[in-house]
């Protein structure tokens, strides 16, 4: 529990500084959000700078526990879309809830990500403009989608 308060710190300081938001959190994995509910500029070069200073602190980090032999995975997958967003429910119970099929690509994505490894979607490249190195990984078939997804490694 102590390496996972750790990890979970580092990544929120990280995550807090970037004005995104901490939408999921689990055990073995979290879910970031830029945008929501304030629209925020330039998303997608706000995550990949995101991914690449939790990656490079939980390399530092990393080293430490495995001499305390804690081992650790870090993969991300990014992807970027629109959501329909909104509070739902019924009298006495509602919840702010969102429609957003690009989160199940970002964790498909994530799934498939090596250890230290940084998978983005097309959506995510192109409007990177060529502001950060991506090389392709080929067409990654992915659960629960129809149809196979162009991948680009950060």
């Known amino acids: 529990m102590a390496v996972m308060r750790e990890y979970h710190a580092t990544l929120g300081t990280i995550i807090t500084s970037l004005k995104a938001r901490w939408r999921d959190l689990w055990a073995t994995g979290i879910m970031v959000v830029f945008g929501d ?22 390399s530092e980090l990393s080293s430490k526990w495995r ?15 629109y959501a329909t967003i909104g509070a739902i ?13 690009w989160s199940i690509l970002a964790a ?26 991506a090389e392709p990984v080929g067409e990654l078939i992915l659960k629960g989608l129809h149809r196979p997804i162009e991948a680009f490694n950060v």
């Open 67 to 81: 001499r305390e032999r804690q081992r650790t995975r870090f993969g991300v997958g990014i992807a970027y879309g």
């Open 108 to 133: 498909r994505l994530c799934s498939d990500a090596r250890d230290g490894q940084i998978l983005i979607d097309g959506n995510v490249r192109a409007a990177l403009d060529g502001r950060a190195t």
């Open 37 to 58: 509910p304030i629209p925020c500029p330039d998303p997608c070069a706000r995550a990949v700078l995101m991914a690449v200073a939790m990656r490079r602190r939980l």
């Open 89 to 101: 429910g019924f009298e006495g119970r509602s919840d702010y809830a969102r429609s957003e099929p």
